[in-house]
């Protein structure tokens, strides 16, 4: 509806920054952020199923919304 709240849908992650650049691979602060259980940045880690999965979270999140619509 024109009138109503944007909705907003957050997903996160919980996790350290690291002390230098590591890994190739994603964008952004994928290089220095690594998260709990993990001992790599998301720059090093190579399978896009272990990445960014806050990303996945806040989506389902908005598919569960919109499903309940």
Do not use: M
């Amino acid at each position: 509806e024109p009138r109503e709240e944007p909705k907003i849908f957050i997903g996160e992650e919980e996790g350290i920054v690291a002390s230098e650049v590591r890994g190739e691979n994603g964008w952004g602060y994928d290089p220095i952020f690594i998260p709990d259980g993990k001992d790599q940045t998301y720059g090093e880690i190579r399978n896009n199923k272990d990445i960014n999965l806050f990303r996945k979270r806040a989506i389902e999140k908005l598919a569960e919304f919109l499903r309940e619509k």
